[in-house]
Structures are given as C-alpha cells and as structure tokens.
Nanobody, 125 residues
C-alpha cells in the first residue's frame, strides 16, 4: 500500500505557472505507474497526465499537452506536475494517483488504486 500527499496548489493568473508535488510513502514507489487527475466543480474527475514506472514514458490529455509536464524523482519518492501557460479552465482540484497493475501506463481512473487528498488550483483570468 502507498500513501500520497499532494502540495503546491494555489492561485495563479492566466498564463502563469504552478508546480504540483506528490510525495509517496513506502519503499515500492518505483513499482507504480503514477498519474494526475483533476475535478472541476460539477464535473467528473478527468485524466491529466501519467508517467511509467521507469519515467521513460509519459502521456497527456489533449487539453494539457504542450503546457503540462509530468516527471518523477525516484530518490525522493515524488512525482511532479509542472503546469505552464495556465488557463482559467485548468481550475480544479488536482489529485495524484498510483496504479499498481502491470499495465505500462494508464489513463483510466479505475486503474488507479491509491489517491491523494487533492490540492486546489485556481487560475484567474
């Protein structure tokens, strides 16, 4: 089992940047595909980005491709989401998630067994 704690959310202006961090407990961080999801008020939780166990492969939702970058740092058991060129429509609660399945990389919410508590990102126009 793994516990996830997000940080780094806050308020940004449109066009600005934020970096989210997700610290994972336990000694098996490298065995999980890691993902970021987000949920805006009144909307379903949606996939944002994912990174493979090795960190060699990444995948992004079309809405954030070219603006967001996911990365992971094995020594710190941490996954990051660098968010640039922010838009008001990026406003949401952002969740970090861990997938223990053998799938190389997952974009489906149901694949992820472990979730953080979420961190609020608000982008003003």
């Amino acid at each position: 089992q793994v516990q996830l704690v997000e940080s780094g959310g806050g308020l940004a202006q449109a066009g600005g940047s934020l970096r989210l961090s997700c610290a994972a407990s336990g000694r098996t961080f490298g065995s999980y595909v890691m993902g970021w999801f987000r949920q805006a008020p009144g909307k379903e939780r949606e996939f944002v980005a994912a990174i493979s166990r090795s960190g060699d492969s990444t995948y992004y939702a079309d809405s954030v491709k070219g603006r967001f970058t996911i990365s992971r740092e094995k020594g710190k058991n941490t996954v990051y989401l660098q968010m640039d060129s922010l838009k008001p429509e990026d406003t949401a609660v952002y969740y970090c998630a861990a997938d223990p399945s053998p799938i190389p990389i997952a974009t489906i919410r149901g694949n992820y067994d472990y979730w953080g508590q979420g961190t609020q990102v608000t982008v003003s126009s």
